[in-house]
Nanobody
Framework: QVQLVESGGGLVQAGGSLRLSCAAS????????IHWFRQAPGKELEFVAA????????NYADSVKGRFTISRDNAKNTVYLQMNSLKPEDTAVYYC???????????????WGQGTQVTVSS
């Protein structure tokens, strides 16, 4: 069993930066591929980024490439999402999710966090 807790959200001006954390409980954290998603009000859940078990392989949505960086520290059971050059359209609740199934469009996720709000003002 893995529990995921996101943190680091907040209010930031356009062009600013935030770093989100996804902290996991459980000793099997390194067995999981971690994905970040976001959901803006009235919109569908959107994939943001993913990172493989060792942290070497990553995948990003086109909308965040070059601005967001995903990383992980398995010793700390934590995945990070560094978000730079933030735009008002990045405003959303950000969720992390764990899967064993793959880096790109896995069919299912085993665990989800509760989300953290990111608000970017113009």
């Amino acid at each position: 069993q893995v529990q995921l807790v996101e943190s680091g959200g907040g209010l930031v001006q356009a062009g600013g930066s935030l770093r989100l954390s996804c902290a996991a409980s459980g000793r099997t954290f390194s067995n999981y591929i971690i994905h970040w998603f976001r959901q803006a009000p009235g919109k569908e859940l959107e994939f943001v980024a993913a990172i493989g078990r060792s942290g070497i392989n990553t995948n990003y949505a086109d909308s965040v490439k070059g601005r967001f960086t995903i990383s992980r520290d398995n010793a700390k059971n934590t995945v990070y999402l560094q978000m730079n050059s933030l735009k008002p359209e990045d405003t959303a609740v950000y969720y992390c999710a764990a899967t064993r199934a793959g880096l790109v469009s896995p069919p299912s996720y085993d665990f989800w966090g509760q989300g953290t709000q990111v608000t970017v003002s113009s």
